[in-house]
């Protein structure tokens, strides 16, 4: 028996097609802004900073901004999807068709994790040839990036259904998914900070993410992986549940 409905496998397929079919811009730029950051950061920092025993800098690096990319682009993708329906006003095709807020909610999800891993692929692909790279723990790095993905691409669905235009979604990217990012350890270790600003990275979801991931590199991270890894799928059981209740709700559709 299919328990997959062809309207759920056509939405996936649309928001999956909706960026390869601009893989220049969705795919290949975020790939080139991280193999900047690479050669910036690596070159300016390589031999003056010390992480872990035995990593170099630039090996810290690459798993940070592979991270950083999956997260940037699972986001954008389903954000400027859903705002982009509703300023052409194309999303009522969506609204129309007989899927469960479920199946909306997965089709969005999936598209963006798709596209989010891709990109990180990709920066990893690029960036793995200027250092030595180790494989400490595979399953932590497939297991960090897919839900790092999914709740990434949960809070672009958040996103884009509250924005009205593309101004409150821009806000959104760059006071919370921004700052989120940059300040999560992806450049350095949060070991190397003052008391205060050490106890305010604990605060962010996004610095769990990272470190859990990097953690299946290396074998060594700022924080227990174990530890990260509840904190973080109980993050995105708590933004699942709330994007499904917006999708629920009449705001949804008023919006």
Request: aromatic share 16%; hydrophobic share 55%; net charge positive.
């Amino acid at each position: 028996m299919n328990f997959i409905s062809s309207g759920f496998r056509t939405l996936v397929y649309k928001e999956t097609l909706r960026f390869w079919k601009v893989a220049t811009q969705t795919v290949a730029a975020p790939i080139l802004t991280a193999m900047l950051y690479l050669l910036i950061f690596g070159h300016v920092l390589e031999g003056r900073v010390q992480v872990y025993e035995g990593v170099s800098y630039t090996s810290f690096l690459i798993p940070g901004l592979v991270m950083m990319s999956v997260l940037q682009n699972a986001f954008a993708n389903s954000s400027s999807s859903l705002i982009q329906s509703k300023i052409t006003g194309n999303l009522v095709f969506v609204l129309l068709t007989p899927l469960s807020h479920w199946e909306i909610f997965s089709a969005y999800v999936i598209a963006a994790m798709v596209r989010g891993l891709a990109v990180g692929l990709g920066v990893f692909a690029v960036t793995a040839w200027f250092a030595h790279m180790s494989f400490s723990a595979p399953l932590w790095i497939a297991a960090f990036a897919l839900l790092g993905a999914a709740i990434l691409g949960t809070m672009g669905l958040i996103a884009g259904i509250w924005a009205e235009k593309f101004d409150q979604l821009a806000a959104f990217q760059n006071f919370l998914i921004m700052p989120l990012t940059f300040l999560s350890g992806v450049f350095y270790s949060i070991n190397s900070l003052p008391p205060f600003w050490f106890t305010v990275s604990h605060l962010n979801p996004f610095f769990y993410m990272i470190d859990g991931f990097r953690y299946g590199f290396f074998g060594q991270s700022d924080t227990n992986p174990w530890a990260s890894l509840a904190i973080v799928s109980g993050f995105l059981v708590v933004l699942s549940l709330a994007a499904l209740r917006m999708l629920r709700s009449s705001y949804w559709q008023r919006h």
